[in-house]
């Protein structure tokens, strides 16, 4: 972590460094954040009910992530803020409270559970990629990466794939809710996949399924301490979990796209040499990670870089600047396979509260691109990119044109 001379006394100016609400193109941001890594690591910005701080180089979000006792996910996760109705755990609770639910989740992302799922995530992949390649164009973010989610989420949480397909629709506009700051929306849309979550619930008491099979029955048995799960708290956790995961793949996939679109030789490398793919998703979740709102809370009255956050103040962990930091990815604004740090990304987050979904993720995404490769000889942009708004980073729209593989 940054640390000023022994003599100097910490900033405490709350100047306004930049602004998180900034129009971006597909490269401003990143440019953006390497300039900010050097200028302004350690940045304070007035928007969003009376500002927050934000870090951008990696040795600073790492150091938070890995500071429990002096940061808490607890109180703000996020920034804007936008957890107006209840607490929702894991991700609102620290250790060991989080613990519990996070033994059983984390039950379900294991090896045998994810080749398990494998077959019918590539199904999914085949049945939406497979109109927009023969149709010669089509944009991979509306109609893939938007609806390829909700067709896995229905696979994994044993749900009717009409009503996974709802609970991205109204993930969708949350979200465009929260990034315009619209609190009266936030609750209203927040409220209602808080009823789903229940409908799902009280299905399960209904017509139990195997613990072992099924992650809500498995919250629904779960112990902490000797005793049930609370009820409350047991909603929460699948309000989350049916949202969380929505989201991040539905603004990350196109921009694999984008980038394969601009280096042709990538694409025919990987095309024919497939096994390469994995390797090449590590890759892109590093340079174009979508997380950069997510938050802890100081604890106390804290310093980092020469700056002196307050206790109760909120911190964004940039991990979409984080991933390019030149001091732990040196040329980290370009594409190199094999890095030897890679490791230490951040894609997924970062200590007890890294995401518990990365198998399935990493799953999703390589497939997307295992078919899509192999049922293309080529594809370019075809139109005008279109980005998400803070917190996440990435496409929105990405329409592209296809030549099919011979």
């Known amino acids: ?42 940045a304070h910005s007035d928007t ?8 951008f180089r990696h040795e600073d979000v790492k150091h938070v992530l890995e500071s429990r006792d002096v940061f808490t996910t607890s109180v703000q996760n996020t920034v804007p803020k936008f957890a107006f109705t209840g607490r929702r755990p894991p991700l609102h609770f620290d250790p060991p ?11 379900f992302f294991t090896r045998e559970k994810m080749a398990a799922i494998e077959p019918r ?27 390829f989610p909700a067709h896995v989420f229905a696979a994994f949480f ?32 927040s409220r209602r996949l808080y009823e789903i979550a229940q409908a799902v619930i009280d299905e399960r008491a209904g017509s139990p399924m195997d613990p072992r099979d099924d992650l809500t029955s498995a919250l629904m048995e779960a112990e902490y301490e000797g005793r049930p799960l609370p009820a409350d708290m047991i909603l929460g956790c699948v309000r989350q979990l049916l949202v969380t995961g929505m989201v991040a793949p539905s603004v990350f996939i ?19 040499r497939p096994e390469r793919i994995p390797a090449a998703v590590e890759e892109f979740l590093r340079l174009y990670g979508p997380y950069r709102g997510m938050a802890r809370t100081a604890r ?60 399935l993720a990493r799953m999703m995404l390589i ?33 592209l044109r296809f030549t099919p593989a011979a």
């Open 1 to 42: 972590m940054t640390a000023p001379h022994q003599d100097a006394a910490p900033d405490r100016e709350l100047t306004h460094d930049f602004d998180p609400r900034a129009p971006e193109a597909f490269t401003s941001a990143h440019a953006l954040y390497k300039e900010m890594r050097t200028s302004c690591p350690v």
């Open 158 to 189: 044993n749900l009717p794939t009409e009503l996974s397909a709802l609970i991205k629709e109204i993930s969708a506009e949350y979200v465009a809710a929260i990034q315009i700051v619209d609190t009266e929306n936030v609750v209203r849309l």
């Open 97 to 107: 409270e989080h613990t519990a639910y996070r033994k059983v989740i984390n039950r």
């Open 48 to 55: 969003y009910d009376g500002g927050f701080w934000a870090l």
């Open 300 to 359: 106390q009255d804290v310093e980092i870089g020469g700056r002196l956050i307050k206790a109760g103040e909120p911190i964004a962990l940039v991990y979409t600047s984080a991933n390019r930091d030149e001091r732990v990815f040196p040329d980290g604004e370009t594409f190199r396979f094999d890095r030897p740090n890679l490791a230490r990304h951040l894609a997924f987050g970062g200590g007890v509260h890294t995401c518990p979904g990365a198998p």
């Open 254 to 272: 196109g921009n694999m796209f984008v980038h394969l679109a601009g280096d042709p030789e990538l694409a025919d490398l990987l095309r024919a």
């Open 367 to 399: 497939t997307t691109l295992e078919e899509a490769l192999a049922r293309t000889a080529s594809f370019e942009l075809g139109g005008e990119i279109m980005m998400a708004r803070w917190a996440e980073w990435g496409t929105n729209s990405v329409p």
């Open 121 to 147: 995530v590539r199904q999914y992949a085949v049945q939406l990629l497979e109109p927009l390649v023969e149709a010669g164009e089509g944009d991979v973010s509306v109609d893939y990466a938007q609806k």
